[in-house]
């Protein structure tokens, strides 16, 4: 199912790219976000669409001068810049980014949050919360979880997002974390900087998707790919602290091939649980241990804990084998997988709220790959390279001197554990922690354990009233109490 290939759908005609992309405009700065995912998907959607979508990052239609002008007497009880052009450079869903010159002549980017932001935004949660109330009887108790947990998400990261001054202290620490990366960011002027906009030095540069300026320049994309999924490793694998937004908008090139990261109003970070298990789902990948690999994404709450380890294993096999093959185009890897997740469909799988911006970067860094390269994806293209930084995932240590060393050092330390588990265990005294994704699968188990036994001693129940009110029913109650019996014992 390539959606490009799609001339209708229930006899609907999909709407022009122009008035499509006014839509999604029209409906506001939340459902700009979740459309701007698409707009890195030149897998799904033709030129025609991704050439319009690209708008939705930074070329939305600006502020009226009345609005800008409010907004900047706003930010600015007096006017510290000797220059400012009115014009936007880039004109996003939150803000729009003008330049301005400092008296020192310092060239700065000055983003303008807009004005009714956030009563903008929290009436559009409002919507997406009363359709999903409206349309939830539909889905699965999964799916209800996985929708719920994605827009309780979403509904914070953007709230938090309509806030320049958290957006400023986002770059201040990313910044810091990340000076050794390689990975050129922008400056604040703090003493600049408000609820209202956030001043930072200029950054020259064009988008990651410009193909054009990349031959100029003759940068090679394939390494510049490799870069990003490398410092993407490091935040997500290592750090746990990551940018979640790094649409072409927000991601620039510099004529000497250097990566620049802007807008940090959607920072995230990750729980040490959570890195660890994405770590085993990158080994376990790569060795093709489908076992571990279906494990490590239990962890991650991403497949239930009930799910069969059989069929989850037969269905990652089948989906590694066709996003590995060298000889797939894009749309017979899409056309194949469709047919293997069709057959999935009733698989517990799930889409935990830790989750939902990792797998939109996933989904995004993935898309900026099919614009350059024929049939990129994460298995074949992302996968080796997310390999080659395990050891730095792991902890850097790669001699096995180091790594015997430090299992000699832990000795006394379990040891003492060990004495500690069981003086617990005999005094009655031990606790057990479990993860949410399993006390989660035990609720549902204990529920569906419950409904069972009340249903079976309902039937043993009637079938003793009914042999008390009358003997001549016996065999009847004798067969009610018989399935009772059964529904208890039989599993």
């Known amino acids: 199912m390539n959606i490009r ?58 502020m009226s001068k009345d609005e800008l002008e409010l907004v900047f007497k706003s930010a600015f009880k007096t006017n510290p810049l000797v220059h400012f052009e009115f014009t936007p450079i880039a004109s996003a869903s939150i803000g729009q ?52 947990a994605v827009l309780n998400e979403f509904s914070m990261m953007i709230r938090q997002e309509t806030n320049l001054l958290q957006e400023l202290h986002n770059l201040k620490k990313f910044s810091k974390m990340y000076k050794t990366s390689g990975i050129k960011f922008p400056t604040p002027i703090e003493e600049l900087c408000s609820e209202d906009c956030i001043v930072m030095s200029y950054e020259e540069g064009f988008r990651f998707d410009d193909k054009e300026q990349l031959l100029k320049y003759n940068i090679d994309f394939r390494k510049i790919i490799s870069r990003l999924v490398d410092f993407y490793t490091e935040q997500l694998l290592i750090n746990g602290f990551f940018h979640a937004d790094p649409h072409p908008g927000n991601l620039f090139i510099n004529p000497q091939g250097e990566l620049i990261l802007l807008d940090f109003g959607m920072v995230k970070s990750i729980s040490n649980d959570m890195r660890i298990a994405m770590i085993e789902v990158v080994k376990a990948a790569n060795e093709r241990d489908f076992k571990s690999f279906i494990a490590a994404n239990k962890k991650l709450g991403i497949i239930g804990y009930d799910a069969p380890d059989e069929l989850m294993i037969e269905f990652s096999e089948k989906m590694f084998e066709i996003f590995s093959n060298e000889n797939l185009t894009s749309e017979s890897m899409q056309r194949l997988a469709f047919k293997v997740l069709e057959s999935a469909r009733d698989l517990p799988f799930k889409l935990p709220s830790d989750a939902v911006y990792v797998l939109r970067v996933s989904a995004i860094i993935e898309g900026l790959g099919t614009s350059y390269i024929e049939n990129f994806n994460g298995i074949k293209d ?14 850097g240590s790669n001699a096995i001197i180091d790594f015997i060393a430090n299992e000699i050092k832990t000795i006394p330390i379990d040891i003492k ?36 036994n009340v249903k079976a001693l309902a039937l043993m129940g009637l079938g003793l009233f009914i042999l008390i009110y009358d003997r001549d029913l016996s065999i009847y109650a004798f067969i009610l109490v018989l399935l009772g019996a059964a529904k208890i014992f039989w599993r």
Request: hydrophobic share 40%; proline share 6%.
């Open 382 to 395: 992302i996968l080796p390279i997310l390999q080659k930084n395990l050891p730095r995932a792991l902890g």
């Open 5 to 62: 290939k799609k001339g209708s759908f229930l006899f609907l005609r999909p709407l022009p790219p122009q008035n499509f992309k006014k839509v999604i405009i029209d409906l506001g700065a939340s459902f700009i976000k979740l459309a701007q995912v698409l707009a890195t998907r030149a897998d799904l959607f033709d030129e025609s669409y991704i050439n319009e979508l690209k708008g939705l990052h930074d070329q939305l239609p600006p």
């Open 97 to 148: 980014v003008h330049i301005g010159y400092l008296p020192n002549n310092l060239k700065v980017a000055v983003k303008l949050r807009r004005r009714g932001i956030l009563e903008q935004v929290n009436a559009d949660i409002r919507i997406l919360n009363v359709f999903n109330r409206l349309f939830s009887p539909l889905f699965s108790q999964y799916t209800k979880n996985s929708i719920d």
């Open 417 to 452: 554990n060990l004495k500690e588990f069981l003086h617990k265990a005999n005094t009655g005294e031990l606790q057990i922690n479990i993860s949410n994704h399993q006390l989660e699968f035990l609720k549902k188990e204990l529920k569906s354990y419950n409904d069972k």
